[in-house]
C-alpha cells in the first residue's frame, strides 16, 4: 500500500463524481496551501499574546487575523476560530454554560437536528438532561411546542440550528422564549454559515448568546469549527472552556487556512455564489417535485432538501447505491415516521459542492433531469456519463483560476 498511490486515486475520484452531500465542498488551493503550510509544526497552546511555548509571534498574528475577519464576517464583537470541528464548538458552549445535569432544549436527531444537540448515543445526552422539540404536520419547527415544552422543562439552554433541516429558523420567536423561561440562545448555524456570510439569510447574532459553526460546508474552508458572540463576558468563559477545558494545543496550520477561507468569503464574488447556491438547490427541488418526488416541507429555504425516496419506490440506501453508481454522491436521511436508521426512508441533497464546482443554471437544469430520470428508470448509465463529463470539464478549470497562495 502506498499513500501516494491512495491519494492520487482519491482525486480521480473527485475528478470523476458530482457530490449533493450538503455537508461537503471544494476548498481552494490557496485554502489548501495553508494546510500544509509550516505552521504544521508548530505548537500553540493558549491565545494571543498568552501562549505556553516560544516562537509563538506569527501563530498569535495569524490567530488575531482570522479572528478580525471572522467579526467582520458576522458582525459580532467576539469571535473564537480555535475549535478543531464543529462538534467541538458545541462542546465548548455546553462547558461554558451548563453545569451536569442542566436541561438543554433542542430539535430531534430524527427531525433534522445534530448528534451533538443530545442524540441518544452522544456524550452531550450522558451529561445533560435533553428535551427534544419536533416538527409539525407540514414538517416545519412546531413553536408552539417549543414554547410548551420550555416553560414545563425550564431549560438552560435552548438550541436553534440542524443538519438536515431545509426551512428558516424564527430566531425572533425563540428568542422570547428564551427570555421567558430565563435560557441561554444558542444558534448552531454549521450548514447555513455561507448563506449568512454571503448576504442571502439572515444573521442570528442579534437574537441569540452564541453562534457556532463549521469552517467548510458552505463556507469552502478547511473543516474545523468557529464560535461567535455580541456578548465578550461570555466569550471571555467559552474561551477558558475550550482551552483548557476541551482542547490543547489549536491547530495552527488550519487557522490560517480559516484566515485564507474568511479573506475569500468577504468578496463580493462569495456573494454571488451564495446566491447561486439557492438558485440550484430550488432548481433540484423543483424536478423532483414536478417528477413526484415528495420533499420533507414540500420544498427548502436554504442550500438542503430531504427526499422521501418512497415517492420513487426506494429506500434511502438504494437510492444511495443507484446514485453511488452514477456517480453521484448523498447521504442518506432517517424521516419522523422511520422505525430504524438502519433502513431510513429519505436522502439529503445538497447544492454547495455542485456550485462552487461551477454548474450554472443552464447546466443545473440538464443534471437535474439526468438525475430524475435516474430515480425512475433505476438505470444509471446516462446520468453517470453526463458527471464525468461535466466534472471532468469544470473541476480542473475550478482549480486552474485560483490564486496562488
Not at 473527485?14 to 489548501?32: F, G, R
Not at 498568552?50 to 488575531?64: F, L, Q, S
Not at 412546531?142 to 438536515?164: C, F, N, W
Not at 465578550?232 to 495552527?252: H, S, T, V, W, Y
Request: contains cysteine; hydrophobic residues 40%.
Amino acid at each position: 500500500m502506498n499513500i501516494q498511490n491512495i491519494l492520487k486515486n482519491e482525486e480521480i475520484r473527485q475528478l470523476n463524481t458530482i457530490s449533493l452531500i450538503a455537508s461537503e465542498n471544494i476548498a481552494s488551493i490557496p485554502v489548501c496551501a495553508a494546510l500544509s503550510s509550516a505552521l504544521t509544526n508548530k505548537y500553540a497552546e493558549g491565545y494571543p499574546g498568552r501562549r505556553y511555548y516560544a516562537g509563538c509571534e506569527h501563530a498569535d498574528e495569524i490567530e488575531a487575523y482570522a479572528i478580525e475577519l471572522a467579526k467582520k464576517i458576522f458582525n459580532c464583537k467576539w469571535a473564537n476560530v480555535q475549535p478543531h470541528s464543529g462538534s467541538q464548538a458545541n462542546q465548548a458552549i455546553f462547558l461554558a454554560l451548563l453545569n451536569p445535569g442542566d436541561t438543554i432544549l433542542s430539535l430531534s436527531l430524527e427531525a433534522g437536528g445534530h448528534l451533538t444537540h443530545g442524540a441518544k448515543v452522544s456524550a452531550t445526552s450522558k451529561f445533560y438532561n435533553i428535551v427534544n422539540y419536533s416538527l409539525d404536520s407540514n414538517g416545519i419547527i412546531d413553536m408552539q411546542q417549543v414554547e410548551e415544552l420550555a416553560r414545563k422543562h425550564k431549560p438552560k439552554l435552548i438550541i436553534t440550528g440542524a443538519s438536515g433541516y431545509p426551512r428558516l429558523f424564527d430566531w425572533s420567536h425563540f428568542r422570547k422564549i428564551a427570555n421567558e423561561v430565563g435560557a441561554y440562545l444558542m444558534a448552531d448555524i454549521a450548514h447555513t454559515a455561507g448563506l449568512v456570510a454571503g448576504g442571502v439569510h439572515a444573521n442570528p447574532v442579534e437574537f441569540v448568546d452564541v453562534i457556532t459553526s463549521t469552517t467548510h460546508k458552505t463556507l469552502r474552508g478547511p473543516r474545523g469549527g468557529i464560535i461567535l458572540s455580541n456578548n465578550e463576558e461570555l466569550g471571555a468563559k467559552i474561551d477558558r472552556a475550550l482551552f483548557p477545558g476541551i482542547q490543547g494545543g489549536p491547530l495552527m496550520n488550519n487557522i490560517a487556512a480559516k484566515a485564507v477561507a474568511f479573506e475569500e468569503n468577504l468578496q463580493p464574488e462569495f456573494k454571488t455564489y451564495a446566491k447561486n447556491v439557492l438558485k440550484n438547490a430550488q432548481i433540484l427541488a423543483k424536478a423532483l417535485q414536478t417528477a413526484g418526488g415528495k420533499l420533507v416541507t414540500d420544498g427548502t429555504d436554504n442550500h438542503l432538501m430531504i427526499l422521501d425516496c418512497r415517492s420513487f419506490a426506494f429506500d434511502g440506501k438504494s437510492a444511495e447505491k443507484l446514485l453511488y453508481e452514477a456517480n453521484v454522491l448523498i447521504s442518506v436521511s432517517a424521516l419522523l415516521d422511520d422505525t430504524s436508521w438502519i433502513k431510513p426512508s429519505g436522502i439529503r441533497l445538497g447544492t454547495p459542492y455542485i456550485t462552487t464546482l461551477g454548474v450554472n443554471e443552464n447546466e443545473m437544469h440538464e443534471f437535474c433531469k439526468l438525475f430524475v430520470e435516474c430515480l425512475q428508470s433505476k438505470n444509471p448509465a446516462q446520468l453517470k456519463e453526463y458527471v464525468i463529463k461535466t466534472a471532468n470539464r469544470l473541476y480542473p478549470q475550478f482549480l486552474q483560476v485560483q490564486k496562488p497562495f
